[in-house]
């Protein structure tokens, strides 16, 4: 089976979020299972000097994006098996970062027209093409309209995966003929017309074989008004081919037995470590050194989705409790003030850390008795299945993948995972920290839940089997 996977981020060459540590990690799974895999992304400016040196140049055509006649050159890298392709066009990638420039749309339009154009041109015609978010979600559109026409692409299957609905790709219907060279008539029979702009993922939705998201629940949600930002109804009318599976960890870069990152290593067998690793994360912080104080961790963007209005109204209450707090992320300006001032506050009992810092994280997941996720809304979420694996305990908001990842404590059982709350309201978090602490105060208790979080497997290899299974379902 030969699968290409198209999208706008990918670890380790570059990525935003959770997008390019699937991109990263799901085709690694796949070719180490023997499928022939390829990746498919732009070729920034920021992709690091120590990959760019190892790419090899392949060659190039030229895209029509409306009336302009746009350079595409080809690179490859490869690495464990997969074969990573990259789009070159210094106009529009030799620019720092990913997103937020006011001509994405043109850029992405772009990139999509030539992954369509590449696979034939290069010899990489695959059986599966797996699109990832609005950035690609227009190539199944493309590939059936635009491109019907060529032979070579009559058996290959689509799969477009909603890594995150609230970003769709809505243009004014001029794209059409100015990004696309296509005529009006797919946006006035409403085909890819949504609230009166062509949008990119609704197409992709339609279009594709099939249609999947991050985690099962997240599924479900984005099929209501509450979540599906508009899209609702279009995925109840192609409920049929929408389905969810769980993104994954890699057991390997996430593992506390080896992790270069953290000071002291540990394991279910031997877990002195982990209390030595929590002594050294207070001492770095400049924390009081407290190894029985529990310490409550977050790695987070500083945003609403991530819940931060709810951790602003309620964390001056939560540091009246015998507890410490440390916060790792940045994001937006609202909320890095606010908590820079309830740091000023409680000094001894919270640390701020503004930044983005993956080696610090690592620390914190493996040094803090429990880790907050009071997301709004969270597809599948990736820092709750690493706290786990570092047994770490979540407490989440019962939401999407969280809810499906973390199994919340039961006082009658004195089992479970983490701990979870469902209504989003603020005394309703503190409610299930209050719980935590209790629990906390109970070391068997507290032992076994540690022991089953860390046994719990959210490796990719099972992951990777359900897409293989539903590839194999497409091309019969």
């Known amino acids: 089976m030969r699968v290409l996977f198209s999208g706008a981020e990918c670890a380790p060459f570059i990525k935003t979020g959770g997008l390019g540590d699937v991109l990263g990690a799901l085709p690694n799974q796949?070719?180490?299972?023997?499928?022939?895999?390829?990746?498919?992304?732009?070729?920034?400016?920021?992709?690091?000097?120590?990959?760019?040196?190892?790419?090899?140049?392949?060659?190039?055509?030229?895209?029509?994006?409306?009336?302009?006649?746009?350079?595409?050159?080809?690179?490859?890298?490869?690495?464990?098996?997969?074969?990573?392709?990259?789009?070159?066009?210094?106009?529009?990638?030799?620019?720092?970062?990913?997103?937020?420039?006011?001509?994405?749309?043109e850029r992405f339009a772009f990139f999509q027209q030539a992954v369509i154009m590449f696979m034939e041109r290069f010899d990489f015609i695959p059986n599966i093409l797996h699109c990832n978010d609005y950035h690609t979600a227009f190539i199944p559109f493309l590939l059936r309209e635009k491109w019907g026409f060529v032979g070579a692409y009559d058996q290959t299957k689509t799969v477009f995966t909603i890594h995150n609905i609230q970003f769709q790709g809505q243009y004014d219907a001029t794209v059409l003929p100015e990004l696309f060279g296509l005529g009006y008539d797919w946006y006035d029979n409403g085909t890819v017309r949504q609230d009166n702009d062509v949008n990119w993922m609704k197409t992709g939705i339609l279009y594709a074989d099939r249609v999947t998201t991050v985690s099962p629940?997240?599924?479900?949600?984005?099929?209501?008004?509450?979540?599906?930002?508009?899209?609702?109804?279009?995925?109840?009318?192609?409920?049929?081919?929408?389905?969810?599976?769980?993104?994954?960890?890699?057991?390997?870069?996430?593992?506390?037995?080896?992790?270069p990152d953290i000071p002291v290593h540990y394991s279910l067998k031997k877990m002195a470590g982990k209390k030595k690793d929590k002594v050294a994360l207070q001492k770095e912080l400049n924390l009081p050194i407290k190894a029985r104080v529990p310490m409550i961790g977050l790695v987070s963007r500083l945003t609403a989705q991530k819940g931060c209005q709810l951790l602003v109204e309620e964390l001056d209450n939560i540091l009246q409790f015998n507890v410490q707090v440390v916060l790792l992320g940045n994001g937006d300006q609202f909320f890095e003030d606010r908590f820079k001032e309830i740091a000023s506050r409680h000094p001894d009992k919270f640390r701020l850390m503004l930044a983005f810092d993956p080696q610090l994280a690592q620390r914190i997941y493996a040094g803090c008795d429990a880790f907050l996720m009071p997301s709004a809304f969270e597809p599948c979420g990736l820092s709750q299945l690493i706290a786990l694996r570092y047994g770490t305990l979540p407490i989440v908001h019962q939401i999407g993948g969280l809810a499906d990842t973390v199994w919340a404590y039961n006082p009658e059982t004195n089992e479970g995972t983490g701990f979870g709350f469902r209504d989003y309201q603020g005394y309703v978090m503190v409610d299930k920290i209050k719980q935590m602490l209790d629990v906390y105060a109970k070391p068997q208790v507290w032992q076994k839940m540690m022991h089953t979080a860390m046994k719990s497997d959210f490796s990719w290899k099972d992951s990777a089997s359900k897409y293989q299974w539903m590839y194999g379902e497409l091309i019969g």
């Open 30 to 105: 796949l070719a180490k299972d023997g499928d022939e895999v390829g990746v498919i992304l732009p070729m920034y400016r920021d992709i690091p000097q120590t990959y760019q040196e190892k790419f090899t140049y392949l060659g190039n055509f030229y895209v029509e994006v409306g009336w302009r006649n746009q350079y595409c050159g080809i690179f490859e890298y490869r690495d464990r098996g997969v074969r990573y392709f990259f789009v070159d066009n210094q106009y529009y990638f030799d620019r720092p970062g990913v997103y937020g420039y006011y001509d994405d749309g």
């Open 217 to 259: 629940t997240y599924a479900e949600e984005i099929k209501t008004p509450e979540f599906g930002y508009g899209l609702d109804s279009v995925l109840r009318s192609v409920a049929w081919k929408v389905t969810g599976i769980l993104n994954g960890i890699d057991n390997q870069k996430f593992n506390p037995q080896t992790d």
